[in-house]
């Protein structure tokens, strides 16, 4: 394209820059949306919200296990099974001597029960989501850790590896079967 007044011949073109990085950003906008709404950040989403309805703050009030109950009784299935216990032989589940708990009443039950004195901090880390193929279901592999203040003052961790499977009921991620094992 020829400019006039710029010189004989001159060649005015767009910068190579500014196209990349409008692919750039197209890929960003459309990777960002992707992941905003994946089943992956999804299920996340509800492990978080667990780990804030099983986590006791020091001093809790009368009310701080029925709101708990209430913020867990929406991410469980209807028949939602809990099993924790020392490791099978196969590493797989919880082996002899495992309890059991069946049924989204029972485990509310057992959580309204749950009291720790000064508190306890629930969090899950190492966290892998595995989607099944028609993406109605998912099985989670990670540890939970609950930090407690220790008897010594010092913070007192345990953890645990746990297997959560989760089914898609009526558009949402809930907790169908969950097993605990020592780590």
Not at 101 to 113: C, K, N, T
Not at 166 to 175: D, H, P, Q, Y
Request: net charge positive; charged share 20%; proline share 5%.
């Amino acid at each position: 394209m020829y400019q006039g007044g710029r010189g004989c011949g001159t060649v005015v073109r767009t910068p190579m820059w500014k196209a990349i990085a409008a692919v750039v950003l197209l890929l960003a906008i459309v990777l960002g949306y992707r992941w905003w709404t994946s089943d992956e950040r999804a299920i996340r989403k509800q492990l978080t919200a667990i780990a804030e309805s099983l986590t006791v703050t020091p001093n809790e009030g009368s009310l701080g296990p029925v709101t708990r109950v209430a913020m867990l009784r929406r991410m469980l299935a209807p028949d939602v099974r809990v099993t924790a216990g020392p490791a099978s032989p196969d590493g797989d589940a919880a082996g002899a001597g495992a309890h059991s708990l069946v049924g989204r009443d029972a485990v509310l039950g057992a959580a309204s029960r749950w009291a720790a004195p000064g508190g306890v901090k629930v969090d899950f880390v190492n966290v892998r989501v595995q989607l099944s193929d028609d993406r109605g279901s998912a099985r989670v592999s990670c540890t939970a850790t609950t930090t407690s203040p220790g008897a010594s003052g010092e913070p007192a961790v345990d953890a645990r590896d746990v297997r959560i499977d989760f089914t898609r009921i009526e558009g949402a991620w809930l907790v169908s079967f969950v097993d605990v094992t020592a780590a």
